[in-house]
């Protein structure tokens, strides 16, 4: 199984960037899907994930309202739209996936990880 990130980048406070992440030798659409993030120092935490049978999304506190979990299942690919984006989003981003019938919010529940892409936000 492989996650591939990408997408991050260096962007000033009030942009945006679309995140990607594309996996190969699962059952994609039998996956939730997530995003999760970890700052410098800190512990991994939960930005977002999409169900894999209806779509459905959850988001932490902190992103809703600025950023979109979405899910292309024929493409195997899962990506995560941010707007407005601040610098406290600042962090590395993981995207993951992991088979539970009520989409989990911590990392450890996860069975599959992506190698990570770094967003870095300026003031």
């Known amino acids: 199984v492989q996650l591939q990130a990408s997408g991050g980048g260096s962007v000033q406070a009030g942009g945006s960037l679309r995140l990607s992440c594309e996996a190969s030798g699962l059952s994609f659409s039998a996956y939730n899907m997530g995003w999760f993030r970890q700052a410098p120092g800190k512990e991994r935490d939960f930005v977002a994930v999409?169900?894999?049978?209806?779509?459905?999304?959850y988001y932490a506190d902190s992103v809703k309202g600025r950023f979109t979990i979405s899910r292309d299942n024929p493409k195997n690919t899962v990506y995560l739209q941010m707007n407005s984006l601040k610098p406290e989003d600042t962090a590395v981003y993981y995207c993951a996936a992991g088979q539970h019938t009520v989409p989990r919010r911590d990392w450890s529940e996860y069975d599959y990880w992506g190698q990570g892409t770094l967003v870095t936000v300026s003031s």
């Open positions: 999409v169900r894999w049978f209806d779509g459905l999304m």
